[in-house]
């Protein structure tokens, strides 16, 4: 199987930056899209950057131009790089990856367990 683990989550002020990590290990055979989601208290999950195989990139909207994804696909490494945070940008982050495996043909998405990011003063 798949397994993912996220880590580089903390606490960090306002203005300041952090950079998580998503390592996907198992047997796989390709990676597809590379996703980050964040999910705050009392709130939707929602879908922060993916990367796509081909090289695009999409960001939502609250992130544009202040977080930046990015992938190793030699390592099968997903990272964000979140500069100029705010406190609303508090949320257990997650990344989701879409692969193959050696076990099954075909494409499946796979979650890690989320990582906690507090921005506050």
């Known amino acids: 199987q798949v397994q993912l683990v996220e880590s580089g989550g903390g606490l960090v002020q306002p203005g300041g930056s952090l950079r998580l990590s998503c390592a996907a290990s198992g047997r796989i055979v390709s990676i597809d899209d590379m996703d980050w989601y964040r999910q705050a208290p009392g709130k939707e999950r929602e879908l922060v950057a993916t990367s796509h195989s081909d090289g695009i990139t999409n960001y939502g909207d609250s992130v544009k131009g202040r977080f930046t994804i990015s992938r190793d696909n030699v390592k099968n490494t997903a990272f964000l790089q979140m500069n100029s945070l705010k406190p609303e940008d508090t949320a257990v982050y997650f990344c989701?990856?879409?692969?193959?495996?050696?076990?099954?043909?075909?494409?499946?998405?796979?979650w890690g367990q989320g990582t906690q990011v507090t921005v506050s003063s």
């Open positions: 989701k990856m879409r692969c193959r495996s050696t076990m099954v043909s075909f494409y499946r998405d796979y």
